[in-house]
């Protein structure tokens, strides 16, 4: 992008012109507007707070087009219609469902006050993981409305995770030929990750596809994203990540970024809890729970990390990536063990091995 270009997006997205030239589409333009996040990426996307009179409201500048806003709208309509407490698209004043200006796509919710789910709160884990499971049933047969895009992920977890699994291989094979501080901290750790990533890759083998329950997954559930009103009931926001996808991955990812805190480091207890919880609404199959083994076996950041550094090597900070997996490694010892336990909890549960 030019910087001229930039300049004008820039001048496009601030706040006394979206003031100027958005709100008065939804009869907002004597209100008070304050950016809240901008961010200029490929995805590039801006919140503002509009507060007018009594009530106060979350407009939003998508990065997708269309069909994929449409998909969307139609996500947070079903919801809506089974009770889960989600941000619904309020209209323009000529009923429209978003406001296209300069090719850009604002959408306008009401603002939800409340806390952030906090991951040292075991109530808000419970109640999260609970939850997401009432949203995966309420949504095992979610329909987009026509004109919608169809959005659906699936992945086989097995593919992906062989191609990681690879991408390791092919980064201990850099580290060992440039020897620097970056391969040096990568080699020290490499026994630990590569095991972590092996265990993965066999579980990830012996997976039933079809075993796995889909629905209408969020795929960005982290704390940020669930809100605690003041009744202590959980709000939803955030949908733009949303699609059709293995139930197995949202409550993975729900998991993974509790568990790997400083405070709630790979913790066993915590993460049974949360599964618990989620299956007193919504149990999942052997497979399901293989799926998570998985994606919480593998060593994520160690991977992505590294992955990143030697495919960028000539125009990397190598500080930056060496603190990066200076930070990614403190745990992985951790993660090992939390492992070796998961399974044997798992395993204890169904009565046969994973792999």
Known sequence: M??????????????????????PYYGLEKGCITQIKFKDTDKQRAVYRIDFKDKSYCLKKVYYEIPDLLFVYSALEWFYRYNINVPRLLPTVDKGRFVKYKDMLFILTPWIEGVKCSYDNIDHIIDSASNLA????????????????????????????????DNILYCSSQAFQLRDKFSKLFLNHFETNIKLA???????????????????????????????????????????????????????????????????????EIAVNAITAYEKISPLSFDDMKYIFVYLSFPQKYWKISKDYYNNLKKCNKNSFYILLTKAVEKDDFQLSFVKEFKKYIENRYDTSIF
């Not at 030019?2 to 709100?23: D, G, H, M, R």
């Not at 049933?137 to 992906?160: H, R, V, Y």
């Open 134 to 165: 009432r949203m995966h049933s309420a949504a095992k047969k979610f329909t987009p409305m026509d004109g919608s895009s169809n959005k659906k992920q699936l992945e086989d977890i097995f593919l992906s995770t062989q191609k990681h699994y």
């Open 198 to 268: 092996k265990t993965a890759l066999e579980a990830a083998s012996t997976i039933n596809i079809s075993n796995l329950t889909t629905s209408l997954c969020h795929l960005d559930y982290v704390n940020k994203n669930i809100l605690f009103d003041s009744k202590n009931e959980v709000w939803v926001i955030d949908f733009d990540k949303c699609s059709i996808d293995y139930r197995s991955h949202d409550i993975s990812y729900f998991l993974r970024r509790l568990l790997k805190r400083d405070n709630t480091k790979w913790d066993l």
């Open 2 to 23: 030019s910087e001229t270009v930039k300049a004008n997006v820039y001048s496009y997205l601030s706040e006394q012109n979206v003031k100027a030239q958005v709100l």
